[in-house]
């Protein structure tokens, strides 16, 4: 089974927010799911987005692979932990 860390969307219409799932890669957008490791807001202004950092590195160490927008959350996420 091949995994993917991606969004999926929620909230209303022109009122959009993702959770960061870890899900099959052949399920839909918005369908099943494995676990949720976080949220992004991107109609917040700042810091918009909270990550469990230890489960995404748990499933990219199990062979999941992150989407673009994830991988660049994940890559803020460790940044601002190392500050």
Do not use: C
Not at 4 to 26: C, T
Not at 32 to 45: H, N, Q, S
Request: proline residues 5%.
């Amino acid at each position: 089974m091949a995994v993917a860390i991606r969004l999926r969307r929620e909230g209303a219409k022109n009122s959009p927010y993702y959770s960061i799932v870890v899900a099959d890669q052949r399920s839909p957008r918005d369908g099943k799911f494995i676990e949720i490791i976080g949220k992004y807001d991107p109609k917040k202004v700042g810091e918009n987005f909270s990550l469990d950092l230890a489960r995404a590195d748990h499933w990219v160490k199990n062979g999941a692979r992150p989407s673009q927008t994830v991988g660049s959350i994940i890559t803020k996420t460790r940044k601002k932990q190392a500050a």
